[in-house]
């Protein structure tokens, strides 16, 4: 059994658990509940995947629960879902990342007979979209994908290895100067968008960033 590893109300979460809570069927972790999260955790386990994983969908996991346990706000189900899905599709020569994942989303619904209502769908929809640029609709979801920005400088780093390891079949100086591009469209922005990951991670991330940029320039000026 996976358990999200960050306490809520004191209670450790059984991912599984979480993912029922997500569907709306209460505590009744069915079959196909079990079977379709087996298809979820099988792809975020592909080759290729260097932080784009299943620790990574684990850590916004555990960030978000975190964040509740912080915050006045109720678990969303919405949210579970988005965290589960917004990157089952992650394929590094593709532009429709978040689209498919959400894709993904549709036909598990039809073929386990989950019964999301269309609002619901939508909400999703918008919440995995808004993972595929952070800066035009910043929410809870965005904030908890970009937790990773202001981690330890060690745990960055290994962060930033991991996506050029994803990223391996791009030219070196087009990698750097996309990235540079990337990171500063970051940094220009609020990053976070809550005052609980602001607080958090926002003057370790702006530490983290700038110092990742700092190392590509000089190896533009090499």
Known sequence: MIVVRKMYSNVFYPLEKLYSIG????????????????????????LGRFYHNFDHVLACMDEYIDYLGNSSELLNSDIILAILYHDIEYDTH?????????????????????????????????????????????????????????????????????????????????????????????LASPIYC????????????IKNISNEIAGLKLKTTN
């Open 23 to 46: 569907l709306r069927q209460d505590d009744f972790i069915t079959d196909d509940v079990k079977k379709s999260l087996r298809l979820i955790m099988g792809r975020y386990l592909e």
């Open 94 to 186: 593709s532009n429709l990342n978040e689209e498919l994942s959400f894709v993904q989303l549709l036909n598990h619904n039809k073929e386990f007979n989950f019964g999301l209502e269309q609002s619901r769908l939508d909400n999703i929809h918008d919440l995995i979209l808004s993972t595929k640029d952070h800066t035009k609709n910043p929410n809870v979801l965005t904030d908890v994908d970009l937790s990773i920005l202001g981690q330890d400088p060690e745990t960055y780093n290994k962060y930033a290895e991991a996506i050029r390891l994803e990223y391996c079949w791009v030219p070196e100086k087009e990698y750097t100067y996309g990235r540079i591009e990337v990171l500063s469209k970051i």
């Open 194 to 205: 809550t005052s609980y990951f602001k607080d958090k991670y926002q003057e370790q991330a």
